[in-house]
């Protein structure tokens, strides 16, 4: 293997750019000349491809973001996109893939390697919903982020004795929303997973009050009601839905705060930076042992390598022990 190509692909992930670090650097260092595709798939398409050094990937590791840039590309799902792609790949001479991003992103991946190249994936998405991995890139920089909010929110919920509604990221996905509000305290947490029950919201917040606490904090997974990206208009949104139920059944001051793409940026936390290094650097290895179609993962706080068909021939759920817990505790 003497070429090999990098692509972050589908929602960027703080860690992202620790990843490619790590992977160019690998490679550099075992011989190989390192490539970086712009713009995930779609860069493959439009040729967008140049070399990767140990100069470009200087001073990256603490940047949110993906210096790669990305893309969800509708071409590439063409027979005629994947053969621009190709040709471009062949004319760079490249022989090894590595793909950073969710299921979608390992789904090219495999198409890649179905037309004779070698790819590794790495799970890199805020939601980490990917299977054969604990954790992926940028899931706990995201938590982090909501966390921080959520002591904000709760200041100024103390103050004014108000109930707020905060809806984060995870359109099928209830990983966010689950640990936020196991880590904030909320006094509910809707997630995508399990049917809403609006009115045990309310017999939450009514019981709060019981017991002299006059604010409540519910958090919101934006997917809940379905596809929050499917044409639905910004006041339809799953906390605005919420919230005005709250408001009709209890008659208090209800706000609600949409975190939306804060929680995608930012600087990586020592756990994303970790975390992106340690499979940017395996990725690479087993793409020079002549390993593909594999992932690389978190399991167990060690590495573990899985096949990609296993990694995306489902959705991780939420733990259902740690959802029980979360509920368990805002109902005392
Ligand atoms: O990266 C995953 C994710 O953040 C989801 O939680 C969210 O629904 C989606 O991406 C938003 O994607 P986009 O930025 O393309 O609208």
Redesign the pocket.
């Known amino acids: 293997m003497k070429r090999i190509a990098i692509i972050t692909s ?2 960027d992930a703080p860690g992202m750019n620790a990843a490619i670090r790590a992977a160019t650097l690998t490679a550099i260092k075992a011989g190989c000349e390192v490539f970086g595709v712009k713009r995930g798939y779609q860069g493959l398409i439009t040729g967008e491809i140049s070399e990767l050094t140990s100069l470009t990937v200087s001073d990256i590791l603490h940047r949110g973001g993906t210096i790669l840039h990305s893309a ?1 590309s509708k071409e590439f799902a063409t027979a005629e996109g994947r053969e621009k792609a190709i040709k471009h790949l062949h004319d760079f001479g490249i022989e090894g893939i590595v793909v950073i991003g969710g299921d979608g992103s390992f789904r090219g991946a495999l198409e890649l390697s179905n037309l004779g190249f070698a790819t590794v994936g790495i799970p890199g ?3 980490n919903d990917i299977e054969c991995t604990d954790l992926s890139i940028g899931f706990d920089t995201a938590l982090n982020t909501v966390l921080d909010s959520i002591n904000k929110i709760r200041d100024t919920a103390v103050s004014h004795d108000r109930v707020y509604v905060v809806e984060v ?3 099928n996905s209830g990983f966010i929303a689950l640990y936020a509000g196991l880590a904030g305290g909320a006094d509910a947490v809707l997630i995508p997973e399990v049917e809403p029950d609006l009115d045990q919201v309310v017999q939450r917040i009514e019981m709060v009050s019981r017991i002299g606490r006059r604010h409540s904090i519910v958090i919101v997974a ?1 997917g809940i009601f379905g596809d ?2 499917s044409g639905r208009a910004f006041s339809e949104s799953a906390a605005f839905k919420v919230a005005t139920y709250i408001n009709l059944k209890v008659k208090k001051d209800t706000r609600v705060t949409i975190l939306g ?1 804060i929680q ?1 940026g930012g600087s990586p936390s020592a756990l994303d930076r970790t975390l992106g290094t340690r499979f940017g650097a395996k990725a690479v290895e087993l793409l020079i042992s002549g390993e593909s179609r594999m992932m690389v993962g978190w399991v167990d706080h060690d590495l573990k390598v899985s096949p990609m068909d296993e990694a995306i021939a489902r959705k991780k759920r939420v733990e259902p022990e740690v959802y029980a817990l979360a509920e368990t505790l805002a109902s005392i």
């Open positions: 589908g929602g969800r998405t805020i939601d990221m995870g359109k934006e929050p990206l793409h995608r």
